[in-house]
């Protein structure tokens, strides 16, 4: 059975209008002057291919909006973009971006097509950025930024990474907590985290989980159970790898307060 790739963003537009080949390169060049830039471009009237380096990054125009039922989930979640449905309720078309894995780190493909995305993003004038690996949305202005700054130094991880946060009601009638769950680590080469009962401030859980997904992609660590991870002198968790509470086969890293 072949491999899903896993590398795929979908830009809604306003109009179905492809960006050409040397828009997209200009985007690129004035975004990321000191990354391996895109070259050998090939194509069609609907489609956009290009070398970026050892990968083949594409773009192709499809002529219909973006199922609503893909989006209507993200955009309610997107707490970082309130008028996220708003933003993109008209649109007529959308690119679809694909980066083949043909070499490299899952860390060197992120980056690779991060920057392909906000370089097609900034040539096409898209509406909004859908990132496949964690099926977030954002606004295309904040994400075009945040790849900017990003860095084999500097992980965008909000763009990469679905930090999910949920009230939860206690079943006993006691004071109700939250959860947390993560997407996009498995592409990152990570199994996913999550939290299923944490009382204390949304942020403070938040911080905790990107400090975690940071620690594991930026030393490439392997987490066995029963681990202890220290945040701080003060905060020690432990970590258990377990089925996930969302059901299926998937196998997940809990993340325990001590």
């Known amino acids: 059975m072949p491999q899903i790739n896993r590398w795929i963003a979908l830009l809604p537009l306003a109009a179905p209008q492809l960006p050409n080949f040397a828009g997209i390169e200009r985007a690129f060049q004035e975004r990321f002057p000191d990354a391996v830039q895109p070259s050998t471009p090939g194509g069609t009237e609907r489609l956009t291919t290009c070398s970026l380096g050892d990968f083949t990054a594409s773009a192709t125009l499809i002529d219909q909006p973006i199922p609503p039922a893909q989006l209507v989930g993200p955009c309610a979640a997107a707490w970082y973009w ?22 490299g780190t899952p860390i060197d493909r992120a980056l ?8 097609v993003a900034a040539a096409s004038d898209a509406l909004g950025v859908f990132w496949g ?13 945040q790849a900017v700054q990003s860095s084999i130094n500097d992980l965008p991880l909000y763009l990469w990474i679905d930090f999910r946060i949920e009230p939860v009601a206690n079943a006993t009638g006691g004071p109700g907590f939250l959860r947390l769950y993560t997407t996009g680590l498995e592409a990152l080469g990570q199994n996913e985290l999550e939290v299923q009962h944490f009382v204390g401030e949304p942020q403070t859980l ?11 992609l930026e030393r490439k660590k392997v987490i066995n159970d029963g681990d202890t991870i220290g945040l701080t002198e003060e905060v020690q968790l432990t970590a258990r790898r377990g ?3 969302l059901g299926g086969e998937l196998e997940v890293i809990q993340l325990q307060w001590e």
């Open 82 to 103: 309130p008028d996220a449905a708003a933003a993109v309720s008209n649109h007529t078309a959308h690119l679809l971006l694909t980066l083949v894995d043909e070499g």
């Open 112 to 119: 690779a097509f991060t920057r392909w995305t906000a370089a």
């Open 133 to 145: 690996p964690s099926r977030a949305i954002h606004r295309p202005a904040d994400f075009i930024d």
């Open 206 to 216: 938040l911080s905790s989980a990107y400090n975690v997904a940071h620690y594991l």
């Open 243 to 245: 089925p996930s509470m």
